[in-house]
């Protein structure tokens, strides 16, 4: 008999703090020992689709259910339908990591349950947010005036294809009128929500730039292109540059395009949703030389730097077209610190309106790691990154596709296509580590992203073994 | 000493999952203490713009700090800077709820971390989410068509400005390309989300429609400016309806509105945002009869159905056009489960690619609750907001501005804006209750939204008690 069964006609359905107590430390404990055992699960769902769903009632229930209840069905029906982005032995596309302190901060976030959309509905929000987009300028080596205590400023969007279409927007909107005409420009390799975000913000054209044998946007190739579509009656408007691209984490020639940007009027824009974070090391910081030139700058803290989804930061070098673009006070939004002009009132920063305390876990995470930590992991990661490299260079079946940067490892088997989806599939069937199969220049390779938080050596070496056995 | 200090040269500055246990308690009992405490704390933050910013240091800590310290650091620096929104005294905007179910549905689903951008990326992530998606259109009465396993489909977005952008993106594809002369329509009304969202999808025109005495979008006026439009040469294309506007919970006419739309070929879009959890009880469905003329519809479960930020749902009675839309498929995403046509890819249904399992969160609400305790609390907070007008409308010195038809209660002082202003600052500045002062045809006003998730009679009396002893 549950706790709602046995008070027949009450007068509250909602579950006591005592009951959110103990309840809440037997989540903590479930979470728990999901990360202790997280490295023995098969990190991907072999489930059939609507397996899950057929384990679940067509309707709600028209009666509470106990807690109890619910964590059984946790753990019997959602448990095996879930990717396990958290294993060590995740290697697939980009890491998304979560840990420690970022979940206690979303936590602490979903407990207060504020809204942070202007600085007056709960200022802590956004002078934390302001303090760790301030912060996040110093540690990944931006330019000073991106603080918000200058011209330009940080956010945390949802995501990097937020930040993207919201830098897509305000350069359309200082264009002009003629959408149709507008063109956006970013490199063959560049990421979709490239296109889809020139898609959504009604761009009449989107070019992808040809990129030279390392994957980078090639700067001739798109003054080209620019000059083309001058002469052609079009208004060149934006133009998105990747530091680190998805496929293969291509660095395009910030600075190159800059000078280009500048020269024809284009907003530019750098997508470095994943590698920004490396950035945090100086040594990585000549991949993104070139800043005086950009506009606006997007990384994702919830892929390599600890921080669990969502976590995206949008940077611009000068607020004030962002907030023409985007700003609109309806009568019950009216108060006293927005018409001073001190504060920074986040709505007017992006899409939506609502905003939830995001800015809380970041703050946790990078006073939990520290500097040295982030660094150190960093590091890590990218030196087992580079050493995997090298044993797939010598390895007389193996061949890179593309240089190794950053975390990310892109190679084939010499023998084509087949080989190297077989490769693909044997490690991805073995159940311990996950790779992303994928194509370039129409041929297969295979992607090794290392960066999940628990990654270290040993499943770097077991996954070389498990490719060298097979190759 | 913390635990860091005392490791030197660590090979990990990850917390434990030991440390995560004994961290994690403490967190569950200082969200319990929250809870119990939040009636106690003054409603409204009252910090100086930057006062606690000042309190944090100006660049991240270079070497790790410990967990205490941070938590010491939020109840010292952060926690004067929050308003309390889970306050039962919280009378302001619309309600954004917690509940204890749907904060340990965010906790276990910032442990899992996963991804659910496609089905194969998380298989649990997609189906729990169609699952609670259709679950809502038989709990709100929505057209069965609208279920995943119908024509249409729901999906969980950020917030209602994302939904309507996103509608309204749909509707601009399906018109054609000519963006500079496509006109949208919402009443004059309509929540900033609509203008903003028209504006960040290009649309050329905005119209602001006239409403009649109770604030409804009038028929006659929406017919007779779609004519002079198409007479000006322009391309009406879109009309928003509200059920339940933020300024006064008016209700828009759905069918006649939707008459109107079919007969000019305009996407119809509901917007329910706070209202649409009201739709659980049958005796409110009235206020959206009409919805077989709809295409999409969107409300908020993270308004008053005890649901966490972020979580808006987004209907569509037709996906084939917001899938045709929005869908763009890169190389890296190719999959075996999307290829075969059996499964939602949920990016495809919005602007952001990733997204984590917000979907948990609301199916720990709905089974926690059960049908019977959500249907209980809307119509307590519902009863409550009648209540409190009646004694408004019996009051010599107060007058409703608005019906009440869910649970807010629109009313000003007959005396004029300076004692109406006055009150409103009254009740803020006492403390413990929070109102939102607002304009209405120029005049001031004062929304009372009754439906905080511990808001009960005791404080609606309370609050009756104040506004009494001071008008």
Chains 1, 2 share one sequence.
């Not at 798109?222 to 579509?229: N, P, Q, V």
Request: aromatic content about 10%.
């Amino acid at each position: 008999m549950t706790s709602w069964e046995s008070e027949g006609d009450r007068g509250s359905y909602h579950m006591s703090p005592d009951e959110f107590r103990r309840y809440g430390h037997d989540v903590v404990e479930w979470v728990a020992n999901y990360m202790e055992t997280v490295s023995e699960r098969p990190v991907v769902s072999t489930v059939e689709p609507g397996s899950i769903r057929m384990k679940l009632p067509a309707a709600a229930p028209e009666h509470p259910e106990s807690f109890e209840e619910i964590l059984r069905d946790l753990d019997d029906i959602v448990m095996p339908g879930i990717t396990h982005w958290q294993s060590p032995g995740w290697f697939g596309y980009f890491p998304a990591n979560t840990s420690p302190p970022s979940i206690l901060g979303e936590l602490v976030s979903a407990g207060l349950g504020v809204q942070g959309m202007l600085w007056a509905t709960s200022p802590a929000a956004t002078e934390v947010e302001e303090v760790v987009a301030d912060w996040l300028v110093e540690l990944l080596g931006l330019p000073e005036g991106w603080k918000t205590t200058g011209p330009g400023g940080g956010v945390i969007q949802m995501s990097a294809s937020d930040s993207t279409h919201t830098a897509l927007v305000v350069a359309r909107e200082r264009a002009g009128v003629d959408i149709g005409r507008m063109v956006a420009y970013a490199s063959e390799q560049a990421h979709s929500s490239i296109e889809k975000g020139a898609r959504v913000a009604g761009f009449g054209h989107t070019r992808f730039v040809p990129v030279d044998e390392e994957f980078a946007m090639r700067p001739d190739a798109l003054k080209a292109a620019i000059e083309s579509d001058v002469a052609d009656g079009l208004i060149p408007v934006v133009v998105v540059c990747a530091v680190g691209t998805t496929g293969t984490t291509a660095v395009d020639p910030v600075r190159a395009v800059g000078e280009i940007a500048r020269l024809h009027g284009l907003w530019h824009h750098v997508d470095a949703a994943y590698a920004g974070t490396a950035m945090i090391c100086p040594e990585f910081r000549h991949h993104q030389n070139g800043l005086d030139f950009v506009d606006s700058y997007t990384f994702n803290p919830h892929k390599w730097m600890f921080t669990n989804f969502d976590c995206s930061l949008f940077y611009v070098a000068d607020r004030a077209p962002l907030l023409e673009a985007l700003s609109i006070l309806p009568p019950y939004l009216l108060n006293k610190a927005t018409e001073s002009g001190q504060v920074i009132d986040y709505r007017d920063w992006h899409v939506p309106l609502g905003r939830r305390f995001r800015a809380l876990k970041l703050w946790f995470v990078l006073r939990s790691y520290g500097v040295a930590g982030l660094r150190h992991h960093v590091r890590e990661h990218v030196a087992l990154a580079a050493g995997l490299a090298e044993q797939i260079e010598q390895h007389p079946q193996l061949e890179l596709v593309a240089p190794t940067p950053f975390g990310l490892v892109s190679f084939r088997h010499i023998d084509g296509d087949i080989a190297t989806d077989a490769l693909a599939m044997e490690i991805n069937n073995s159940g311990w580590a996950y790779v992303t199969p994928s194509k370039l220049d129409g041929r297969s390779f295979i992607r090794v992203s290392i960066g999940q938080t628990n990654t270290t050596a040993e499943h770097v070496d077991r996954l070389w073994e498990m490719i060298e056995a097979s190759s």
